[in-house]
């Protein structure tokens, strides 16, 4: 059963690594993005939250401090969901429609977040396959 939390923190942790990576690569779109969604200093906020999204997709898949790595990720995903999915705000229904789906999945990816928020803290070092216990 190691092998399957395993996979669990693989398949939740690559969605946040190669999102992080992508808020590097593609920095520039991404702030004119977030600009234009209203986000408050949108060239530092893509910095802040890609490394946020980078560092806990990788403290959850390699089981440091997971517990410090989920909280990165409610922390990124909750006011994210918010200020850059705000699919109330359009009047284009598909447009609506787009950003619903992305202010869902962030919001389900909040509480799987939680949940291996709650699994780092209460079975700590006892779980399988990490490399530190937790930091709380």
Same mark, same amino acid.
């Given at each position: 059963m190691d092998i399957v939390f395993?996979?669990?923190?693989?398949? !939740?942790a690559v969605i946040f690594?190669?999102?992080?990576i992508g808020?590097?690569?593609n920095r520039k779109q991404m702030a004119e993005y977030a600009a234009a969604m209203g986000a408050p200093a949108p060239g530092a906020g893509v910095l802040v939250t890609g490394a946020m999204i980078l560092a806990g997709g990788l403290m959850i898949l390699l089981g440091i401090w997971g517990d410090l790595g989920a909280l990165l990720l409610v922390a990124f995903l909750l006011p994210t969901s918010f200020i850059m999915h705000a !699919?109330?705000?359009?009047?284009?229904?598909?447009m609506?429609?787009?950003e619903q789906?992305?202010?869902l999945k962030n919001i389900s990816l909040s509480g799987g977040a939680l949940a !291996? !928020?709650?699994l780092f803290v209460e079975y700590g070092s006892d779980l399988p396959i990490t490399i530190t216990g937790p930091l709380f």
């Open positions: 395993l996979a669990a923190r693989v398949l !939740f690594i190669a999102s992080g808020h590097f690569a !699919f109330w705000k359009h009047e284009d229904p598909q609506a429609q787009a789906v992305s202010f !291996f !928020f709650w």
